[in-house]
């Protein structure tokens, strides 16, 4: 069964002008829908959320880094939990870490930090979430911004990311292609795949019985034809 995928008519509605403020979808959304878009669909249409150990420890990484304070050096300040938006992309959520550091013709040139728990991952899904965190910066200080860092708990050290315009492209069209998805209010068949043994709504979701159950109706609907 192929995976949910919006159409580019679709999408493209949502990828042409300024979203209001009453139309932004959390950043993390976008990183629920690379990962899986039916598991986008069950926690930002149906409002689901299951926890495993693994959310459990990135929830509890968060939440330290989150109640941090701010610090503030002579030629660096860092704020934590800061709220960002972009109208552009239509996104709002809390970035957990800004680091401003002093340039050479005064100005603060802000680098965004997301505390991960785990490792770095093959695909574009923690760096596409950095890179739409760094264009809400963008857009709300004036400036441009050409990397940021994910740090990985298990690593416990910075994975640098380029925001080249490959990254910034694909980001945008992610976010066009959530906000088709959540416009559309209707959540993507199961498709099973091996990072479901890993997801915390495989209970909820149950892709292998639900995609079981489909081939037996389409089996005994074409043998009754």
Request: with cysteine; charged share 30%.
């Amino acid at each position: 069964m192929a995976e949910y995928s919006p159409t580019k008519a679709d999408a493209e509605k949502y990828d042409s002008a300024l979203f209001d403020e009453d139309d932004l979808v959390m950043i993390s959304a976008l990183q629920h829908y690379l990962f899986c878009p039916r598991q986008c669909a069950l926690i930002h249409i149906e409002q689901q959320w299951r926890e495993n150990q693994l959310t459990a420890e990135g929830r509890i990484l968060h939440e330290r880094v989150h109640t941090s304070g701010r610090e503030s050096r002579r030629v660096l300040r860092v704020e934590y939990d800061v709220p960002i938006r972009s109208l552009q992309l239509g996104v709002t959520g809390r970035a957990d870490i800004i680091e401003f550091h002093l340039e050479e013709d005064g100005s603060w040139l802000p680098l965004p930090v997301e505390y991960k728990r785990g490792r770095p991952k093959k695909d574009d899904t923690d760096r596409a979430q950095l890179c739409a965190q760094a264009i809400c910066l963008e857009e709300m200080l004036a400036c441009t911004i050409s990397e940021g860092a994910l740090y990985y708990g298990k690593q416990r050290r910075r994975s640098v990311v380029v925001f080249d315009a490959p990254l910034r492209e694909k980001t945008a069209q992610i976010a066009a292609e959530v906000h088709a998805l959540l416009a559309e209010g209707k959540t993507p068949p199961p498709h099973y795949a091996e990072r479901c043994e890993s997801c915390s709504f495989l209970p909820l979701c149950l892709p292998k019985v639900v995609i079981r159950n489909q081939v037996g109706k389409y089996l005994r609907k074409m043998v009754e034809a």
